[in-house]
């Protein structure tokens, strides 16, 4: 009887484990293809480029090569001193989708 109660246990563990936080994933999807790719052409090329308030580069070479950024909504910041920021955001972005944000930005007074 004791072994049937040990075994009813560890089907039950077995059961109960995936349902853990942290023990399964949302995606079955490779990082790779829950990615999208955007181009930045910027004016001027060496502003430095936000995604989600972390810093991703500079505009020079965005405008050829693409950021690679996981799929889903994206809040971008584009910023040079002397200019007002640029801020925008991108949203129900898909993986494997390419995007193109063209701006320039504005010459501050102050």
């Given at each position: ?9 560890f ?6 484990v995936p ?5 399964a ?13 955007l181009f ?23 405008a050829?090569?693409?950021l690679?950024?996981q799929?889903?909504t994206?809040?971008i ?11 925008t ?5 898909q ?10 930005l ?5």
């Open positions: 009887m004791r072994s049937f109660r040990l075994f009813v246990w089907l039950m563990f077995l059961w109960a349902m853990l936080p942290g023990c994933t949302t995606s079955s999807m490779p990082a790779s293809q829950a990615e999208f790719r930045v052409d910027v004016t001027p090329k060496d502003a430095r480029i936000f995604v989600d308030d972390e810093l991703t580069g500079s505009a020079l070479h965005t050829e090569r693409p690679s950024l799929a889903g994206r809040r910041l584009i910023v040079r001193d002397g200019y007002h920021p640029f801020r955001t991108l949203e129900y972005i993986p494997g989708e390419v995007y193109t944000l063209k701006t320039h504005i010459a501050s007074e102050f």
